[in-house]
């Protein structure tokens, strides 16, 4: 049951990091986004009991350090991603990157200097009373990571007062991963506390992901903290993904209409008519249909359907008087009036003569 669960919630974590990657490279934006979510689901699937019995068999115990190392890569990214959402990116940017490089230095030297670490799943309750190096880093990864989970918790309730729609509910989320995330951190203080105390330490057995309160806050809150974080991050990408694909449709629709005008009219075509994102393409082809349907004598008032129609039968050689000027409109509007006018040019061109 637990490693279905972390492997569950570490493949959908790399998956959404995967696409945001994809989305990241052709934007230019969200590459940090990206990085949270993949250390993120990294972070889970090394942790998987399964996965940490074979990474034992390479080094006793690495799949602790890895799974450690991912989750502090991942706190100071979704740290950036909050900072980039509430406008203060660069605000403090210098100072978390160097503190995440010298813990990520320290959980590394004191995992590697700790002597007869155990095979098999990273259980190191029993050795912190014998093994110093191992409370340096467990006291290591616990700050780091509380200082970052109450970051991005901070950022968020401040931002989330001015925000609304998808982004306020997504933040709402990361201020509820937060919690999740303290009460894990809270509860692995007081567990070390009671390992250092007792005489013979010994780690409990989790069932379940929930079976006890000790278990839940080891494991179950870990597990929930990530899903609402890969949740609260993905949902504010959610309405510019569907106006991404409305404008590929738009784009779609617009094809013919605009190929017939550019080929009669050709001074209406772009020097660089691909721009680097979606919506700079669309903006292009509007331009130049618009353009071409001045030129063609097409007026705003125009029914779509006969607009289509004076397009079609356009003459061969250009109109000597001059073309009627169109009034701005709306992107909106414009959208809708060049989607009507493509789509009954579009039927007319099927239809043929």
Same mark, same amino acid.
């Given at each position: 049951?637990?490693?279905?669960?972390?492997?569950?919630?570490?493949?959908?974590?790399?998956?959404?990091?995967?696409?945001?990657?994809?989305?990241?490279?052709?934007?230019?934006?969200?590459?940090?986004?990206?990085?949270?979510?993949?250390?993120?689901?990294?972070?889970?699937?090394?942790?998987?009991?399964?996965?940490?019995?074979?990474?034992?068999?390479?080094?006793?115990?690495?799949? /602790?350090?890895?799974?450690?190392?991912?989750?502090?890569?991942?706190?100071?990214?979704?740290?950036?991603?909050?900072?980039?959402?509430?406008?203060?990116?660069?605000?403090?940017?210098?100072?978390?990157?160097?503190?995440?490089?010298?813990?990520?230095?320290?959980?590394?030297?004191?995992?590697?200097?700790?002597?007869?670490?155990?095979?098999?799943?990273?259980?190191?309750?029993?050795?912190?009373?014998?093994?110093?190096?191992?409370?340096?880093?467990?006291?290591?990864?616990?700050?780091?990571?509380?200082?970052?989970?109450?970051?991005?918790?901070?950022?968020?309730?401040?931002?989330?007062?001015?925000?609304?729609?998808?982004?306020?509910?997504?933040?709402?989320?990361?201020?509820?991963?937060?919690?999740?995330?303290?009460?894990?951190?809270?509860?692995?203080?007081?567990?070390?506390?009671?390992?250092?105390?007792?005489?013979?330490?010994?780690?409990?057995?989790?069932?379940?992901?929930?079976?006890?309160?000790?278990?839940?806050?080891?494991?179950?809150?870990?597990?929930?903290?990530?899903?609402?974080?890969?949740?609260?991050?993905?949902?504010?990408?959610?309405?510019?993904?569907?106006?991404?694909?409305?404008?590929?449709?738009?784009?779609?629709?617009?094809?013919?209409?605009?190929?017939?005008?550019?080929? /009669?009219?050709?001074?209406?075509?772009?020097?660089?008519?691909?721009?680097?994102?979606?919506?700079?393409?669309?903006?292009?082809?509007?331009?130049?249909?618009?353009?071409?349907?001045?030129?063609?004598?097409?007026?705003?008032?125009?029914?779509?359907?006969?607009?289509?129609?004076?397009?079609?039968?356009?003459?061969?050689?250009?109109?000597?008087?001059?073309?009627?000027?169109?009034?701005?409109?709306?992107?909106?509007?414009?959208?809708?009036?060049?989607?009507?006018?493509?789509?009954?040019?579009?039927?007319?061109?099927?239809?043929?003569?």
């Amino acid at each position: 049951m637990i490693d279905l669960l972390f492997f569950g919630v570490g493949l959908f974590a790399l998956g959404a990091g995967i696409w945001r990657a994809a989305r990241a490279r052709r934007t230019g934006a969200g590459a940090g986004l990206a990085l949270s979510l993949i250390a993120l689901g990294a972070a889970f699937c090394f942790l998987a009991n399964r996965a940490q019995q074979f990474e034992s068999e390479i080094y006793p115990s690495l799949g /602790r350090l890895l799974s450690n190392l991912a989750t502090m890569v991942a706190a100071y990214g979704i740290g950036l991603t909050v900072a980039e959402i509430s406008g203060t990116r660069d605000r403090g940017r210098r100072t978390r990157l160097i503190a995440l490089g010298v813990a990520l230095a320290v959980l590394v030297v004191t995992f590697f200097s700790t002597p007869d670490l155990p095979r098999g799943l990273g259980l190191f309750d029993a050795l912190y009373r014998t093994h110093p190096t191992l409370v340096v880093y467990v006291f290591t990864y616990t700050v780091y990571l509380g200082f970052a989970v109450l970051d991005i918790g901070f950022i968020a309730a401040v931002t989330i007062r001015a925000s609304g729609g998808a982004l306020r509910a997504g933040l709402a989320l990361l201020l509820l991963a937060s919690a999740f995330a303290v009460a894990y951190l809270g509860g692995k203080v007081v567990a070390t506390i009671r390992a250092l105390q007792a005489d013979h330490p010994a780690k409990a057995v989790c069932r379940g992901p929930f079976s006890t309160l000790s278990c839940a806050l080891d494991v179950g809150f870990p597990a929930v903290s990530v899903l609402l974080i890969v949740v609260g991050l993905t949902i504010p990408a959610v309405p510019g993904l569907a106006a991404s694909r409305r404008d590929a449709r738009t784009l779609r629709l617009l094809r013919p209409l605009r190929a017939h005008l550019t080929r /009669r009219f050709p001074e209406i075509a772009r020097i660089d008519p691909a721009g680097p994102s979606r919506r700079e393409r669309l903006l292009t082809a509007m331009s130049e249909t618009n353009d071409g349907l001045i030129l063609a004598g097409v007026t705003p008032d125009l029914p779509a359907a006969t607009a289509a129609r004076l397009v079609r039968d356009l003459p061969d050689e250009p109109r000597e008087t001059e073309p009627p000027t169109a009034a701005a409109e709306p992107f909106a509007a414009d959208v809708a009036r060049l989607r009507a006018i493509a789509r009954a040019y579009r039927k007319l061109e099927n239809a043929g003569p």
